[in-house]
């Protein structure tokens, strides 16, 4: 189990890793649309890559961050609902859909996603737009996002399994509260914990 737990860890950091990387494109994706918008009024002109940056960039968001978005248990669910169920009964959900919902689903797109990523790198598939950027790093996000929250889901049911077993503590036993103020606490924790 020691090892399976150390797997998970380093699953954990990696992903949290490139989880708080990426989250700084969101800046650039408004950045770039603000940027797009304001030349686009004062100069009437506007470009088509632009207006993809800004799609690919929060795909970016959305697909690579959504493993550090499970780790930090931030992910959507009925918490109204979940909150009333006796722990050992919300363990048994995350343990069931993870391992029958969240990782068959994420089998199924990096099966699917990989020749479709592939067939479109091989013929440097391009944009239908003019000016327009190339599709394939786009796809390739697709397969790279699944497969990040793959391993992510394996590592959830690691550590949902050591919970159950009494191994170690549950990391999202803390008392209910207010998501922001979950997050301001992580944040001042890592600010504090930094380097300066």
């Known amino acids: 189990m020691q090892a399976l737990l150390a797997l998970s860890r380093a699953i954990d950091a990696i992903n949290s890793r490139i989880g708080k990387l990426l989250s700084w494109l969101i800046l650039v994706a408004v950045l770039v649309s603000a940027t797009n918008a ?10 088509n890559a632009w207006l993809e940056l800004q799609w690919v960039l929060f795909g970016i968001v959305f697909l690579l961050c959504s493993p ?7 992910h959507i669910r009925i918490d109204i609902v ?6 050992r009964t919300r ?13 068959p689903l994420t089998v199924v797109m990096v099966v699917t996603a990989a020749p479709f990523f592939l067939r479109s790198y091989e013929v440097n598939e391009q944009s239908t737009n003019a000016g327009g ?13 699944f497969a990040l929250l793959l391993v992510q889901g ?10 159950m077993r009494g191994v170690i503590p549950d990391p999202y036993a803390a008392a ?16 504090r914990s930094e380097p300066h």
């Open 38 to 47: 304001v030349v686009r009024k004062l100069f009437d002109t506007s470009s």
């Open 68 to 74: 550090w978005t499970l780790i930090s248990n931030e």
């Open 82 to 87: 979940n909150n009333l169920l006796p722990q």
């Open 91 to 103: 363990n048994w959900i995350d343990l069931i859909g993870h391992a029958f919902f969240l990782l």
């Open 133 to 145: 950027l190339p599709q394939w790093p786009s796809k390739g996000v697709v397969l790279i996002g």
């Open 154 to 163: 394996v590592s959830e049911l690691i550590k949902r399994f050591a919970v």
């Open 176 to 191: 209910p509260q207010h998501p922001a103020e979950s997050e301001a606490e992580r944040l001042l924790a890592e600010m």
